[in-house]
């Protein structure tokens, strides 16, 4: 992977965790009863397993990138991504450390030396249910609950986010399934999540190592 790719791969990971873990968060005093709906739905899942699916669009060279894996989400670890297509990686994210490890390489980021040191520290704030820092930094232009499906537009209310991307759109059932990002130059990019469960619960001796590495 080269260190363009792994840039993109890094801002991937930052920045859809920094929706789910948004959508994840425990805000059960959210003004807004339909978001209290879907807090309240996805906080019942602290371990979520799924497959993945990334489209990233680049306008200016008028091309998308595809990439495809799995995904695994615990509350009390982070999220590991298993990067399986165009090449094989493995994206750990701790509340200390940023790894990528294939079979040849292995690199980390300091989340507190980092560029986007902040935010980590907001994806953070968002898995422990920070709502202050939810409300200092996102404004919610809408939000919508049904049984049969939710859907949540975002927008960078803080100066960094606003550098970052312009709106973040999710939707999804029981699950989230769906997040699009919207970011400057006309660039996006949307992850597809399907067969999602929450089973097995209890990580592999493989994720626990895989997560030691970034303790």
């Known amino acids: 992977m080269t ?7 890094v801002w991937l990971v930052l920045a859809a965790m920094l929706s789910l873990t ?9 003004q807004n009863p339909q978001l209290r709906q879907i807090f309240s739905q996805l906080a019942e899942t602290p371990t979520v397993r799924a497959n ?3 489209q990233k669009k680049l306008a200016s060279m008028n091309k998308t990138f595809v990439s495809k894996g799995t995904v695994l989400f615990s509350k009390s670890q982070g999220v590991i991504w298993k990067i399986q297509n165009p090449v094989k990686a493995d994206l750990i994210v701790t509340p200390r450390k ?3 490890k294939t ?11 980092s560029p986007y040191g902040s935010v980590a520290t907001m994806f953070l704030q968002l898995m422990s249910g920070n709502e202050a820092a939810i409300a200092k930094n996102f404004n919610v232009v809408s939000a919508s609950y049904s049984p049969a499906q939710w859907n949540v537009t975002l927008t960078p209310k803080s100066s960094l986010f606003k550098k970052l991307f312009v ?6 059932q029981r699950y989230v399934d769906r997040i699009v990002i919207r970011e400057k130059a006309n660039n996006s990019t949307t992850i597809r999540f399907s067969q999602q469960t929450t089973q097995p619960q209890t990580l592999t001796a493989e994720e626990n190592a895989l997560f030691q590495l970034a303790k």
């Open 167 to 172: 709106r973040v759109d999710a939707q999804g």
């Open 103 to 113: 079979q040849r390489t292995y690199s980390q980021i300091e989340i507190d030396k």
């Open 52 to 54: 993945f699916e990334q």
């Open 3 to 9: 260190s363009i790719n792994l840039q993109r791969a």
């Open 98 to 100: 940023l790894v990528q």
């Open 22 to 30: 948004m959508l994840l968060s425990q805000a059960v005093h959210a």
